[in-house]
């Protein structure tokens, strides 16, 4: 029984092991090539006091002697009133369906008074089409925070598998229309994951994977970051990760329903409608005094040191896609790509490999490559049957 037991648990182990190749990487000299900038000249979505930079903008989007990838807020300029401060906004020129994981490994996160960024995706049609907060923070926190945002009521955080990842569920409603747009919320107590902490410890690597039956979020502080996870990874095994801070469940939220393609964006914002409300700024921050706003204490006149920090250092970005997926330019586009297709076996059966879909239909499977592997239960009985690429004579197994 005990044979038996050992066994039946490699095969899930096989059976659920995810690979996804990568499709595109950014690094150097051709990071700018994968993305594209806003076609808004300002920050129109979240009232942040910022004019976006262009490529014209080469001092704030520059490839420094390390090699990695710069972009920063503005703060050399002293900004005359009613005018804005030039911030960094990048969007990917694909946009990617469920089936999808992106990487971005980085030495630096801004940090600061009135500083809003984010590592996030968002529909071609945002705020249509949902959102996924990769990295976010505001001010002078010291943790990141995940969170999904969706439009029309019905998508929730998941609380039941809560023992299958280390952050913890605030807000459940991901609704914009809920709780102020705060969205469905999970923080981390990790300080290395967000601010002067991570620069601290030197960085880190963040983790997002967009699949049909959960969206994941890792992080992995520098030291925690495997030896085989580095710009040139051709291929991604998300289970090799450990435990996710942040697991949405398909099952709490139809990602067909709220989610579409997904376009990568990279951003800083100053002030506007949630780093500038004056009680969260004041959390980190001192408050503000009499008429003064966030505008008026930080992003006008010199503000060389207030902005000192509001800066990324990026080592690289990667995409991983699983083979069934399929990607769309963003251009000209306001339509999504189709879902990843594929079915789940029937009650009672698991299916993984070729022709069949596993428990995410997004994903492929390396234990079972060359053909299907199926598992029945039955009563008082277990039997297993591994069909293709002579897996059990491999294993030197058999029955």
């Excluded at 997926?325 to 789940?344: D, F, H, L, R």
Aim: proline residues 3%.
């Amino acid at each position: 029984m005990k044979s038996t037991i050992a066994f039946l648990t490699l095969l899930f182990t096989l059976a659920s092991a995810t690979t996804y190749p990568r499709i595109e990487s950014w690094s150097g000299d051709g990071f700018f090539d994968g993305f594209t900038f806003p076609a808004s000249t300002y920050d129109n979505t979240t009232n942040g006091d910022v004019f976006w930079a262009t490529a014209q903008n080469t001092s704030l989007l520059y490839v420094n002697d390390a090699g990695r990838v710069i972009l920063k807020v503005d703060n050399t300029t002293s900004v005359v009133y009613n005018d804005k401060r030039y911030a960094p906004k990048l969007l990917s020129k694909t946009a990617y369906p469920p089936g999808t994981v992106w990487v971005m490994d980085a030495v630096h996160m801004p940090y600061g008074c009135s500083v809003w960024p984010a590592f996030w995706t968002q529909g071609l049609n945002w705020p249509l089409g949902g959102e996924i907060d990769i990295m976010e923070g505001i001010n002078q926190v010291t943790t990141n925070q995940i969170a999904l945002h969706t439009e029309g009521q019905g998508c929730l955080a998941s609380t039941s598998n809560t023992a299958s990842f280390s952050g913890t569920v605030g807000q459940t409603n991901c609704s914009t229309a809920a709780n102020e747009d705060e969205g469905c919320i999970v923080t981390t107590t990790d300080q290395s994951s967000y601010g002067e902490g991570f620069a601290a410890a030197g960085g880190g690597v963040y983790v997002a994977e967009y699949a049909e039956d959960a969206i994941r979020v890792w992080f992995l502080s520098r030291e925690a970051v495997p030896s085989s996870l580095t710009a040139n990874t051709t291929s991604l095994d998300t289970s090799t990760l450990g435990e996710p801070v942040a697991e949405y469940l398909s099952s709490t939220c139809d990602f067909s329903t709220y989610f579409t393609s997904q376009i990568l964006t990279i951003d800083i914002t100053l002030c506007g409608d949630f780093a500038g409300v004056p009680a969260l700024l004041a959390e980190t921050c001192p408050a503000l005094q009499g008429d003064a706003t966030c505008y008026t204490t930080y992003v006008i006149n010199d503000q060389q040191a207030t902005y000192a920090n509001a800066y990324f250092e990026i080592n690289y970005v990667a995409v991983y896609q699983a083979s069934n997926a399929s990607t769309s330019s963003t251009s000209g586009s306001s339509a999504a790509t189709s879902s990843v297709s594929g079915s789940s076996g029937a009650t009672g059966t698991i299916t993984a490999g070729a022709g069949s879909a596993s428990a995410s239909s997004s994903q492929t499977s390396t234990g079972a490559a060359s053909g299907a592997f199926r598992l029945w239960m039955g009563d008082g009985a277990t039997w297993a049957v591994l069909v293709g690429a002579g897996l059990l004579a491999g294993m030197g197994l058999a029955f």
